[in-house]
């Protein structure tokens, strides 16, 4: 063969290379394209989605508190009394949630069990201020007046709705206190720090 028809032949080969790399590119765009336009599945919207749920869940445990403030009604007495806690909440996150907090406190030694619910929405970048009410009956009262041993177990079990991206995360907490041992168990964030009144 000639030098001329040495040349044509390998333009022809690169130019078939090129155009079978092309082919193989536009095949694999033309799926990832088909594929991202499928509801409910893409391999990026898993991935992303995959990550949305961590995401959610990393803001549920990075919430901080802010403040934390009681107050007291006793205007029903003999008969009841309320304290009212109210708590500052912080939000650094992009992800907006709402959420339920039982909070359980557990006088042992008088046999006083208080318990109070609460339902609040904590808005993405902001602060939500929830507030508690415990009601105490006389009964109550003067249990936990004459009660040697004042220790006492709080719980808090937290539910939340995060609202993300792909999705809407449940998520769910407990935490609990004991003063007799000063120890504090469970999962989410907290503050050894005095907080300010809210």
């Not at 030694?109 to 902001?126: D, E, I, K, W, Y």
């Amino acid at each position: 063969m000639s030098a001329p028809e040495v040349q044509h032949r390998e333009d022809k080969r690169l130019a078939i290379a090129i155009v079978l790399v092309a082919l193989a590119l536009f095949g694999v765009f033309g799926f990832l394209l088909y594929d991202m336009t499928q509801p409910g599945g893409t391999i990026f919207q898993s991935a992303a989605a995959a990550s949305d749920k961590a995401g959610a869940s990393s803001a549920v445990d990075n919430l901080q508190a802010t403040c934390l403030s009681t107050s007291t009604d006793t205007s029903g007495l003999p008969y009841s009394a309320t304290v009212y806690i109210t708590y500052g909440l912080s939000n650094p996150s992009r992800y907006s949630m709402d959420s339920t907090w039982r909070l359980t406190i557990d006088y042992t030694g008088a046999g006083v069990v208080l318990t109070s619910s609460q339902t609040f929405h904590v808005p993405a970048q902001g602060t939500a201020y929830p507030r508690w009410q415990f009601t105490m009956t006389s009964g109550q009262i003067s249990a936990l007046g004459q009660a040697t041993n004042q220790n006492f177990v709080v719980s808090i079990d937290t539910s939340f709705t995060v609202h993300g991206t792909y999705g809407i995360y449940d998520v769910n907490r407990h935490a609990s206190y004991d003063s007799a041992t000063n120890t504090s168990t469970g999962t989410g964030s907290s503050s050894s720090s005095t907080l300010p009144s809210c």
